[in-house]
């Protein structure tokens, strides 16, 4: 179990609990707003863009060269930027922030 | 939101799969504070398609891991979801839709994001035919699972390789079926992609066993006690265990043309998704709309067209109208390749084709009209899908010399014609 927190654009917090599956997931099953993961989470969309605060990076890992091509496509894109459905949950994670970039 | 008085006001969306889910979620988030009611004839709670013939079907992923939104989301947005409902026709004198069961609801605004339905060809035996399926619903998904579980030789035979069969015939393959794909054309993707592409795909599948036969015109079925018997124009017979029709979509039109909406390869809209009817609007597969990066009318089966039509209506209705100016894009997933598309290639008189250091599953290719850069298609290379989305978007004029030389470093400064 792993206790992940999405602040949204508007400052929003959501506190979401997850056991498997991807950030991405977690985050459209429960509506957080910004996360839409139009591809369904095989890296095709760039629909689900968070920042990752520098504290917590060493969680998440570094993005793939397919997830850094991707994230071009998107808006507000900076160096801690990731695709969520890239971020695949387990008890590391546990703790975890990251802020919706769009 | 601008001033919309949508209180006590009903906006109908009928057909509650990507399109009218996103669109009615949209309408929330665009301030619509009247009641939603969404309509589907599928009793499940709307779910995302794109796995099935991928992730569910090879039950790496259950439907229930790809609900589009869970129950209780609905509730918190307060939009009313009449699932397993059939909507017969629409009266647009009174503003109503008249369900099946007999009642009735009535609108102030109507969504038609009612989608199109696999083609069933009039093949001879065809209703006789036993373990016969589509692929559209996840009910087909779980037939398909459960007449492989349940067969010994696993002997699947796909009629169409499109998409919608490619992919099915990876997926079943990757869970032990010996599947054969019979194309009626002289190559797969014949509708969808340029002959290099087709070329690719038939060789993918060879290589990883699945049996791609093309120019097959199937002309009967002849049910066998435990089998069936598959006869072509041209006297070839196969036998298969279990058979998948993936020939393409008809437009699920009826409801449109019933009420007299103007209906012509789909449900016409305008480019805020408006119907004939300013009270109705459409979205999604079933529309034929007009795409101004390409200056043509066009019909989109894609998760990309349901959702950002799904938006534009949603602003339109709720009194902040944009105008849908959406660059088309697509993707599918075979074995272990990733095939993403933008833009749309059709009417193109160049192609180039751009391989990465001899790696034969990474490479993208380049649709041209002129100079004009009409679509990429990029297999297992997203770089090349990002940049072509741009030099579209940006209208960029590509330097084709840089494009098609593998040792000329991929990236944007290189292939800008401008920049030679």
Redesign the interface.
């Known amino acids: 179990m792993a206790q992940i927190t999405f602040v949204t654009k508007n400052k929003e917090e959501k506190v979401l609990e997850g056991t498997s ?1 991807s950030l991405m ?1 977690l985050a ?4 957080v ?1 910004g996360i ?1 993961g ?3 989470g ?4 760039a629909t689900c863009h968070v920042h990752v605060p520098e504290e917590h990076q060493a969680k998440t890992g570094e993005a793939s ?2 997830e850094n ?2 994230l ?2 998107s808006d507000n894109v900076q160096d801690n930027s990731r695709l969520c459905c890239q971020l695949q949950i387990t008890e590391d994670l546990d703790g975890l922030v990251v802020h919706v970039a769009n | 939101m601008s001033e919309n008085n949508s209180k006590g006001k009903i906006c109908v969306i009928i057909g509650a799969s990507q399109a009218g889910v996103t669109c009615a979620f949209a309408l929330r ?1 665009e301030g619509w504070e009247g009641e939603i009611i969404l309509y589907d004839s599928d009793p499940m709670l709307p779910y ?1 398609r ?2 099935l013939s991928k992730a569910i079907l090879t039950k790496t992923e259950n439907i229930e ?3 589009l ?2 129950l209780s ?1 609905y509730e ?2 307060n939009i009313s979801l009449r699932l397993g409902s059939k909507v017969d026709y629409i009266n647009r004198e009174k503003s109503s839709i008249e369900l099946q069961d007999g009642h009735s609801q009535t609108y102030d605004k109507l969504v038609l994001a009612i989608g199109s339905r696999p083609i069933i060809p009039g093949i001879k035996g065809i209703n006789e035919a036993k373990n016969i399926y589509t692929l559209r619903t996840a009910e087909d998904a779980g037939q398909i699972s459960r007449a492989l579980d349940s067969c010994v030789k696993k002997r699947v035979l796909i009629i169409g390789g499109g998409y919608v069969g490619l992919e099915t015939a990876a997926s079943l393959h990757k869970i032990g079926a010996k599947v054969t794909v019979l194309e009626r054309e002289s190559r797969v993707l014949a509708r969808v992609t340029a002959p290099e592409m087709s070329q690719y795909f038939e060789d993918l599948h060879s290589e990883n066993g699945v049996h791609i036969i093309t120019n097959k015109n199937v002309i009967s079925f002849e049910p066998q006690p435990d089998y069936t018997k598959i006869i072509c124009d041209d006297g070839t017979l196969y036998n298969a265990d279990i058979i998948i029709i993936g020939v393409g979509v008809f437009v699920n039109k009826e409801l449109a043309e019933n009420a007299a909406l103007e209906v012509d390869n789909g449900i016409k809209v305008n480019e805020y998704t408006q119907t004939s009817d300013p009270d109705i609007y459409a979205v999604g597969d079933c529309t034929n709309h007009f795409n101004p990066h390409y200056k043509k009318h066009i019909r989109l089966e894609s ?2 067209n349901a ?1 950002d039509q799904a938006k534009v209506c949603a602003s339109s209705i709720c009194g902040n109208p944009q105008a849908y100016n959406t660059l088309p ?1 697509f ?1 599918s ?1 075979q074995f272990d390749v ?1 095939l ?1 598309m933008v833009g749309l290639y059709k009417g193109y008189n160049e192609i180039i084709v751009r391989h990465e250091n001899g790696e034969k599953h990474k490479f993208s290719v380049w649709y041209f009209n002129g100079d004009t850069l009409l679509a990429v298609d990029a297999v297992n290379n ?2 090349a ?2 940049m072509g ?2 030099f579209i978007k940006g209208a960029n004029k590509v330097n084709k010399r840089n494009l098609i030389d593998p040792s000329i470093d991929f990236k944007p400064a290189n292939l800008l014609a401008n920049n030679v």
């Open positions: 599956g997931k459209t099953q429960n509506g707003k839409e139009e591809c369904g095989v890296c095709s969309c060269e397919i091509d991707l071009e496509l | 988030s995302y794109p796995p891991e790809n609900t939104k869970p989301l918190t947005e998760i990309q959702n894009w993707w997933d990733k993403q997203t770089k899908y990002v989305t741009k």
